[in-house]
């Protein structure tokens, strides 16, 4: 059974920082894209920040330079330091696990809270 569990989010001031971490599990995972997400209500959900297997990063403009995203293949787990958060900020923040080409997989989180105080 695949299980794709995020941690580490929380309530914090604007300015702070947060550590994201995602562990999927119960699957063959090889050449994939890992991504985060997030959501706020009556909003279509938008791309954070993404990783490839090889470790090319992709950032949003709203992230860029305070956010990082990073990935242990063999470890199966990614994470994304968060730093200078502002309340714009705030939302559930989603992991995805993605292969495009066969054999294709799209396995997501339940999702984690952040909310920026400001």
């Known amino acids: 059974q695949v299980q794709v569990v995020e941690s580490g989010g929380g309530l914090v001031q604007a300015g702070g920082s947060l550590r994201l971490s995602c562990t999927y599990s119960?699957?063959?995972?090889?050449?994939?894209?890992t991504a985060w997400y997030r959501q706020t209500p009556g909003k279509q959900r938008e791309l954070v920040a993404s990783i490839t297997s090889g470790g090319t990063t992709n950032y949003a403009d709203s992230v860029e330079g305070r956010f990082t995203i990073s990935r242990h293949n063999a470890q199966n787990r990614m994470w994304m330091e968060m730093n200078d958060l502002r309340p714009e900020d705030t939302a559930v923040y989603y992991c995805r696990v993605r292969r495009s080409m066969p054999p294709v997989y799209d396995y997501w989180g339940q999702g984690v809270q952040v909310t920026v105080s400001s």
């Open positions: 119960g699957h063959n995972f090889f050449g994939d894209v």
